[in-house]
Structure formats: C-alpha cells, structure tokens
C-alpha cells in the first residue's frame, strides 16, 4: 500500500457546486497532514494543515477519519478559481520529510 | 513570512552539461531543506534531504553523484544536476520548514524550476 494515495480524477463541477475528496495514508501513527493547492507548472502552496479531526477554513473543510485512515477536502460553494490540482501530504518514515500523494484535478467549470 | 526563493525558475541546458539550481530561505533560517522532483502530472517526489553542514540523504534510486547537493549555510541549498540527460527534464522544487519547527508543521516551497534538457 502507498504512503499516501489521492484519487487523481478528474474531478469536474459546475460552479457553486460542493466537492469532496479523499486521502488516505498508510501510517496509523501519523498526526499531522497536509492539503496544498498547485495550480498548473506552479509550486504548492499549503492550503490547510491538520492535527486533530479537522480543520475549517472559509469554503474549505477538511476532516479526518482516524478510524479508517483518510482525510477528506470538502470545498462548498466551488469558484472557478478553485480549479488547481490538490495534494495531500503526510509526514514519513518518522523523519522530516512529507510524503505527496499524486493529487486530485479539479476543474471547476461555468 | 516564510518564503523560500528558487533560482532560476527555467533553464534550458543541452545535454552533458550540468545545471546549478539554489534555494534560498529569505526570511527564516532552515537547517533543512527539501528537493522534490515533479514529472509532467506526477506527484511530487522526494529525491534527498539536504542538511545543513552535512551530507544529504538521497532517497532511494536517486543517484547522489548526478544530483549533488550542498548546504552551505541556514538560509542556502543549491542542487547541481550534473551531465544532464533529456530523461533529467523536470520541474525540480525546493522546500523548507523553519529551523526550530516540528517535523509535523508545514513545508515552504519555492516557486520550482523547470529543466528542459535538449
């Protein structure tokens, strides 16, 4: 099993629709994770962290299944500007570095 | 605050040269950095750990003797890809946490560099 596994879609909605996708990662013992927004040939920018069941941020929701080892990105209310490919990431292997997983497209049409 | 600078942010290189990209931490000292390496709709995927005044742990399969790096200093990695290949044509990104932060908090990114190898 991966480290980190997203579905890459791609995901399309219509604007003002809400979205949802998933994450799921292979260390139980993880506590932190991590969704970043890249937009296209750009670098990521983190778009929210979480540390315990979730974390709520305007349109944005993440939340996390412990139990079932996933985190959710819930956007309501989607823009077009929303469009961009989402990452998740967790720390690995007990070190420093993040783990990615491949990211979800979304593309957010009018 | 935190941001980390990358330079260049594009080259083009023919093949058997090599290429010298750097990251700098502008505002926070980081005594780690991070180089990723992003194929075309691929994932971001870790090739080393650069450690200041150290050696750098590469990940498995990447190849310390063409992707060399160095940190020479809290705020600089540089990462030269030596005798560049086509198969080398990438988006290489650097990234930082804050010295002092926990392995837990985010990483910073630089703004990435795309190699196009002729």
């Known amino acids: 099993r991966k480290e980190v596994e997203q579905d890459p879609g791609p995901f399309n909605v219509p604007e003002g629709a809400t979205v949802a996708f998933n994450c799921t990662y292979s260390?139980?013992?993880?506590?932190?994770f991590f969704w970043y927004r890249q937009d296209c040939r750009k670098e990521p920018k983190l778009l929210m962290s979480v540390y315990s069941s979730g974390n709520e941020d305007g349109r944005f929701t993440a939340q996390l299944n412990r139990a079932s080892q996933y985190i959710s990105l819930l956007i309501r209310d989607s823009k077009l500007s929303d469009s961009a490919t989402y990452l998740c990431a967790v720390p690995g292997g007990g070190a420093q570095k993040l783990v990615f997983g491949q990211g979800t497209r979304l593309t957010i049409n009018p | 605050g935190a941001v980390v600078s990358q330079h260049p942010s594009r080259v083009i290189c023919k093949s058997g040269t090599s290429v010298k990209i750097e990251c700098r931490s502008l505002?926070?000292?980081?005594?780690?950095m991070f180089w990723y390496r992003q194929f075309p709709k691929q994932s971001l995927m870790l090739m080393a750990t650069?450690?200041?005044?150290?050696?750098?742990?590469?990940e498995q399969g990447v190849e310390k003797d063409k992707f060399l790096i160095n940190h020479a200093s809290l705020t600089l990695s540089t990462l030269t890809v030596t005798s560049a290949h086509p198969e080398d044509s990438s988006f290489y990104i650097c990234?930082?946490?804050?010295?002092?932060?926990?392995?837990?908090?985010?990483?910073?990114f630089g703004n990435g560099t795309r190699l196009t190898v002729t």
């Open positions: 505002d926070f000292q980081a005594t780690t």
């Open positions: 990234s930082a946490r804050e010295t002092g932060y926990a392995y837990n908090s985010p990483l910073h």
């Open positions: 650069s450690n200041e005044g150290s050696k750098a742990t590469y």
């Open positions: 260390n139980s013992a993880s506590q932190s």
